[in-house]
């Protein structure tokens, strides 16, 4: 069974930096292109950002751009999501998919707060 | 952006009776490839998303096959032949074909 694995998340004030992984196993992870989707609390989703499997190419969401980067290492089946200047509305739970959202992890909870 | 509009934001249905949610695109999900990238996914009540059905018709891997999909260009249909307790939850369309990747609002299934 295909596995992704969050963590990182936690509480951070605004403007406060966060690493999010995402560990996967028992799928050739470098096949997949993969994408971080967050929720909102009570919310729906919203794609955030996608990489490339090879990670030549990446594409952000307006609202992130020029404060999360997205990268992934093949060799530790691990992708990354750095969170600089963070806000209180990037405030929600984390997920990474890969493809096109055939598998989803657990999701890891980001809360931005004073 | 691409504005996915779904239809209705809340669906109470009774146990085996058939159910529909509509997701219309503000622009053509036809892709320069020929597919159109038009996905749905079920959210249960605590879960993560799991997705149903790939390029508007494609049901993924354990789906049951009372979950079908259609459409084309920017009209797009989930239908439940029979819903059942367990599809209880939000569903969500979303787009694959432009740049952001976009999600409709979600529509909450309910048991009456």
């Known amino acids: 069974e295909v596995q992704l694995v969050e963590s990182g998340g936690g509480l951070v004030r605004p403007g406060g930096s966060l690493r999010l992984s995402c560990a996967a196993s028992?799928?050739?992870?470098?096949?997949?292109?993969m994408s971080w989707v967050r929720q909102a609390p009570g919310k729906g989703l919203e794609w955030v950002v996608y990489?490339?499997?090879?990670?030549?190419?990446?594409y952000y969401v307006d609202s992130v751009k020029g404060r999360f980067t997205v990268s992934r290492d093949n060799v530790k089946n691990t992708l990354y999501l750095q969170m600089s200047s963070l806000r209180v509305e990037d405030t929600a739970v984390y997920y990474c998919?890969?493809?096109?959202?055939?598998?989803w992890g657990q999701g890891t909870l980001v809360t931005v707060s004073s | 952006d691409v504005v996915m509009t779904q239809s209705p934001l809340s669906l109470p249905v009774t146990l085996g009776q058939p159910a529909s949610i509509s997701c219309r695109s503000s622009?053509?999900?036809?892709?320069?490839?020929?597919?159109?990238?038009l996905n749905w996914f079920q959210q249960r009540p605590g879960q993560s998303p799991r997705r149903l059905i790939y390029?508007?018709?494609n049901r993924d891997s354990g789906v049951p096959d009372r979950f079908s999909g259609s459409g084309s260009g920017t009209d797009f249909t989930l239908s439940i032949s029979r819903v059942e307790a367990e599809d209880v939850g939000f569903y969500f369309c979303?787009?694959?074909?432009?740049?952001?990747?976009?999600f409709g609002q979600g529509t909450e299934v309910e048991i009456k």
């Open positions: 998919a890969a493809g096109t959202g055939a598998f």
């Open positions: 028992t799928f050739t992870f470098s096949t997949f292109a």
């Open positions: 990489i490339k499997q090879d990670g030549s190419d990446k």
């Open positions: 622009r053509s999900l036809v892709s320069s490839d020929g597919n159109t990238y």
């Open positions: 390029k508007v018709s």
């Open positions: 979303m787009q694959g074909t432009h740049w952001p990747r976009t």
